[in-house]
């Protein structure tokens, strides 16, 4: 088993000026054409119900501040925490909240359709926000969002082999009765799934968006990438392996080296640069599993 730590400074990875002031929930990968792109939350006020566009950052070298481009899904609506999936025919899936799962495709990361999304036997609350998209070696998906299951918090789980018709598969994480945060819309945001050799390590924020706990990351490790257990603070049932001072991070491999990122609202005293996505290196320490 690996521990992952921040092993750095965090520097400014993308500050949006003209399409917001601010990056919350948001994605970053590696295109078809070599460049990273970054798609995340902003608007000039703040604030969930003021969030109904995303702003896009785009840059060659993760050494580099991105350079802003322009809205991306306006279209009047709420639109949080977008997942960029690429395919191997050089298409973009993108899958944001809230619910109802909302779906577009592109060719070119700028013209975006919109398209249907199946999320069959999709059970009521499970899928508030937040959706994380992994590639299996099989050629199958599996997709992870936050909602709540019993009035607390959980990741649902749903399987693929088209990105387009999802069916539940069950919860990929749940919060025990122990549980010590479960405000009304869930604790647990922005999960990410980071595969090191037979073991799925989940990145997910842990937070009632209090000053105290806004940039809580917890990390679980399983070799089942379908089950990470229940959580109960850490007494009994799945136990974090770490926690990271990170809100709603990505994990980016580029080339041997990880790297994390982080964001949030201005209102918070803690942000590391704010109205940035910050970026910092990520390493791994080896422990003897437990």
Known sequence: MK?????GEWR?????EKTG?????????????????LFGITSFVGG??????????????????????????DRGTLAWAPCVVRTEGDYYYMFYG??????????????WCNHTVNLNNEPLFSTHRDHFVLRLDNGSYLMYIVGTKDKRSC???????????WDFKGYALTSGEDSPLNPAWGAMESPYIVRIEDEYYLFVTYTDCSQENYHNTLVFVSKDP?????????????????????HAPEIIKDGDEYFITTCGWNGYEDIPNKGAVSIAPLKWKDVKSR
């Open 155 to 165: 990741i649902s789980l749903f399987a693929s082999f088209d990105l387009v018709n």
């Open 12 to 16: 400014v990875l993308f500050k949006p």
């Open 98 to 111: 809230p619910s109802p799962t909302s779906l577009s495709v592109s060719f070119d990361l700028y013209e």
């Open 21 to 37: 002031n601010y990056i919350n929930d948001h994605t970053v990968f590696k295109a078809h054409d070599g460049n990273f792109h």
């Open 226 to 246: 379908k089950n990470f257990g229940v959580y109960n603070g850490g007494h009994g049932g799945a136990i974090p392996i770490t926690e990271i001072f990170a």
């Open 3 to 7: 521990i992952p730590y921040i092993a």
């Open 48 to 73: 969930a119900p003021n969030e109904r566009y995303f702003a896009h950052g785009v840059t060659n070298d993760l050494s580099i501040p991105m350079v802003e481009q322009r809205k991306e899904i």
